[in-house]
């Protein structure tokens, strides 16, 4: 059982930063894919970003790329979303999730955090 924690979320005008943390505890942290996906009110939950255990490999969404990093601290046991340049349209409950594989899609993670909410007003 891996436990999820995200921090960091809150209200930031257009073109703003704002950088989550996900700070894990349980299983072994760095056995595991880490992943940020987001829901914003009356859309399906979707994918932004994932890093490999190691954190040489990422996956970003289209969306997001060039505007947001993702980040991993395995002696932390923390992974951070570092997000820049946001636009309202990035308003969204922000969740972290641990997996075993590189993907987009959200069934193969495992564990999920209860999520933290980034607003981006205009």
């Known amino acids: 059982q891996v436990q999820l924690v995200e921090s960091g979320g809150g209200l930031v005008q257009a073109g703003g930063s704002l950088r989550l943390s996900c700070a894990a505890s349980?299983?072994?942290?760095?056995?595991?894919?880490m992943g940020w996906f987001r829901q914003a009110p009356g859309k399906e939950r979707e994918f932004v970003v994932a890093?490999?255990?190691?954190?040489?490999?990422?996956k970003y969404a289209d969306s997001v790329k060039g505007r947001f990093t993702i980040s991993r601290d395995n002696a932390k046991n923390t992974v951070y979303l570092q997000m820049n340049s946001l636009r309202p349209e990035d308003t969204a409950v922000y969740y972290c999730?641990?997996?075993?594989?590189?993907?987009?899609?959200?069934?193969?993670?495992?564990?999920w955090g209860q999520g933290t909410q980034v607003t981006v007003s205009s």
């Open positions: 999730a641990a997996g075993s594989s590189l993907v987009t899609t959200t069934d193969t993670y495992l564990y």
């Open positions: 349980g299983r072994t942290f760095n056995n595991y894919v």
């Open positions: 890093i490999n255990w190691s954190g040489n490999m990422r």
